[in-house]
């Protein structure tokens, strides 16, 4: 079995980055900007957004976090993202989901400007996305397939069964590997909540993906032997014997899944990681575009 260690291969991508940045430094040019935004006082989500700011300032980004309270109306949050949309010093940005119930997301979504959106989710950059042209490939998939390529994980011919039909992970993970590049050509099934039969699909996969976000969902009796596995899945358990008071459980059985993988990835320590160093990729090509 072999770790596709996600948090060494994202320090690897953020040293790569941070070497570009320097030399962007050296040669007089602006360096990438990036403001991420975030609505009210979720845990989980601030923990994320402070996450990316930080990974900013260790590489040499500039960085500006947009903190608004959990009561702003929807119309306020638009008028700010139009400011970022048209002020110049900002490369990308992201507005961190989910939002507040009454504010519409799809709306906010659709509020970023294409050229902007580094977390690639506009329909705009979906649909170039979605035809293999060149985009923001958003950070999740981005990631995944950055991972399978660093450890030469063969996808092409393979049959990768998808769990999870999210337009931020499944869904654009279904249409990458089915694509014509490096790291693609596969066989794809999407599977999801109204599959029948999962079981005896997983046990065909030579790749599984799993972001269902139910902890611990696959289980060894669902994948073949010399399976390779990627977990996208992070949940909060409550664990009072944690520092934090909770741990962090993905949509693998590890422990009994590891023992039948070829490839298998950790959580924490897997997809999670990789995410931030993706979003830092998307913010460097959004400023060397606009350079
Ligand atoms: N919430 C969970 N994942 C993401 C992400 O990749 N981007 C944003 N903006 N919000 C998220």
Not at 74 to 93: M, Q, Y
Not at 218 to 235: R, Y
């Amino acid at each position: 079995m072999i770790l596709l260690d996600g948090k060494q291969t994202s320090s690897d991508i953020k040293d790569e980055i941070a070497i570009e940045v320097a030399n962007m430094k050296a040669q007089g040019q602006k360096v990438p900007h990036l403001a991420a935004v975030i609505v009210g006082n979720d845990g989980a989500s601030l923990t994320y957004v402070n996450a990316k700011v930080k990974a900013c300032e260790r590489i040499g980004f500039e960085s500006t976090l947009v903190r608004l309270s959990e009561g702003i109306t929807e119309e306020e949050l638009l008028t700010k993202i139009d400011e970022l949309n048209t002020n110049d010093e900002i490369d990308g940005f992201i507005v961190q989901l989910p939002l507040p119930k009454h504010i519409d997301e799809q709306k906010v979504i659709m509020a970023v400007h294409p050229d902007k959106d580094v977390d690639g989710f506009h329909p705009t950059n979906v649909g170039k996305m979605a035809l293999n042209l060149p985009t923001f490939i958003s950070a999740t998939p981005f990631g995944i397939l950055e991972l399978l390529d660093r450890y030469n994980v063969e996808t092409s011919g393979k049959h990768v069964v998808v769990i999870g039909r999210s337009h931020i992970v499944g869904s654009p993970m279904s249409i990458l590997l089915s694509q014509k590049r490096k790291v693609g050509n596969a066989t794809v099934t999407l599977t999801h909540s109204r599959t029948q039969n999962l079981k005896e699909i997983t046990l065909q996969a030579d790749i599984v993906i799993a972001a269902l976000g139910i902890p611990e969902f696959l289980t060894a009796d669902m994948v073949k032997e010399g399976v390779t596995v990627i977990d996208v899945g992070i949940t909060r358990i409550e664990d009072a014997s944690k520092k934090r008071g909770f741990r962090l459980v993905g949509d693998v059985a590890f422990e009994e899944v590891s023992k039948k993988s070829e490839f298998i990835t950790p959580v924490p320590g897997g997809v999670g990681p990789m995410t931030i160093a993706m979003l830092l990729k998307n913010t460097l090509l959004a400023r060397q575009r606009r350079a």
